[in-house]
């Protein structure tokens, strides 16, 4: 056995080792991509199957329901650069006059308000939308709650509405006053 055989032999295993490595590199990726594409699939099932039976519930309850599964643009502006990003609600229902968000939840843990990410998507459509209220579907548990933000700075349109009416109605007096 020369020194010729004993590098060739070590090539081979390092050429072997790579390959190897290699193969059991791209089985663990295609496998992995191939569960989580699985998982998403599941995922949404479940989310559609959710939103069906809220929609039939919306309805039921006397909702008039506007949009479903509508995206809107929101515009975030930082310095003089915009950054246009699409939010898309569950749905976009009325009742009584007032707007309402209704996200619909079908996970163990994004379901409750406590949960960060929820808590944050939902700030984020109340600011977007600014409607009424959020109605928060819990669809594992089979319950709904109205989540209201009472932000110390923020107002509702109602109240705006209200005094834009009432100015406009004191104005209209003066003038009628000072006409006669």
Known sequence: MGFLDINHNLYLVIIIFLL????SLILFLKTRD???????????VTS?????????WLKRNGFQIIEKQQ????IIQ???????????????????????IVEVK???KNSYITNRDTR?????YYLAYQTYGIILFDMEHKKFSEVKFLLPHFHSKWIENAIYFLLGALLAMLAMYFIN
Do not use: M
Not at 120 to 124: C, I, P, S, V, Y
């Open 71 to 74: 995206s809107r643009p929101l």
């Open 34 to 44: 191939f569960i989580n594409n699985r998982k998403a699939k599941k995922r949404s």
């Open 48 to 56: 559609k199957r959710a939103e069906k039976k809220a929609e039939k």
């Open 120 to 124: 944050r998507q939902l700030l984020e």
């Open 78 to 100: 930082t310095g003089r650069t915009s950054h246009r990003y699409l939010i898309r609600t569950d749905f976009l229902v009325k009742k009584g006059g007032r707007k309402y």
């Open 106 to 108: 079908s996970g163990r």
């Open 20 to 23: 190897g490595g290699l193969l």
